[in-house]
């Protein structure tokens, strides 16, 4: 289970500002969903909310010399077949979960479990930098059928890192070995007034 806290609204530009997620919550612990072992590879991904929406960041590492593919250039497109980010999100923890996915470019898909007419309003953006690229989403809430949460209100939720550079894995938040559409594995996001936060300054390589 992971705290969101409230925080100030970050600029949605792709650029993880110094000190802008500094009052963020960090998911960890990223597995291999083809082995279920700890991945070698951990992204760094941030949380935090204001009253209108969800904002989650991530940095996705590079290896020296090396850009991500990016091939999906349209809205809806599979890019989850890029290197991208996940995210799924279900607030009533009925099941009905949203996914929304970003590539490195900044190009966007969303659906209602796997059903990809659904549309949202969420934006986001992407940069690349020399050892890592990033990515930055505001989720609004009315996108997700639900009202701000309350003090105590718990949804259901994974983030999910598609890795194709050098190699193809998925690393997820959620304890899931092979599918990522297994809305029963995924971890709990709890939004408590003044609970401590948890945060990963960057992404980290396991020996």
Not at 164 to 187: R, V
Request: glycine share 10%; aromatic share 10%; hydrophobic share 40%.
């Amino acid at each position: 289970m992971l705290s969101v806290p409230m925080a100030t609204a970050p600029v949605i530009d792709g650029t993880i500002g110094d000190g802008e997620w500094s009052g963020a919550s960090s998911p960890w612990m990223f597995v291999d969903i083809a082995s279920g072992n700890l991945a070698s590879r951990q992204p760094a991904v941030w949380l935090s909310r204001d009253d209108a929406a969800l904002y989650v960041a991530a940095s996705l590492p590079l290896p020296p010399g090396k850009k991500p593919v990016a091939a999906v250039t349209v809205r809806d497109g599979a890019v989850w077949e890029d290197d991208a980010f996940e995210v799924f999100l279900d607030p009533v923890c009925d099941g009905e979960y949203k996914q929304l996915i970003v590539n490195s470019v900044g190009n966007q898909w969303d659906s209602l479990r796997q059903d990809g007419s659904w549309n949202g309003e969420w934006t986001c953006a992407a940069s690349v930098d020399r050892t890592h690229w990033s990515l930055e989403m505001r989720i609004p809430f009315t996108d997700l059928g639900v009202e701000a949460p309350k003090p105590g209100d718990t949804w259901r939720a994974n983030f999910a890192w598609d890795c194709k550079t050098p190699e193809a894995s998925i690393a997820s938040w959620g304890h899931i070995k092979g599918a990522l559409h297994q809305p029963g594995c995924f971890g709990a996001l709890t939004f408590a007034e003044g609970a401590p936060t948890v945060q990963v300054s960057g992404p980290v390589e396991f020996a």
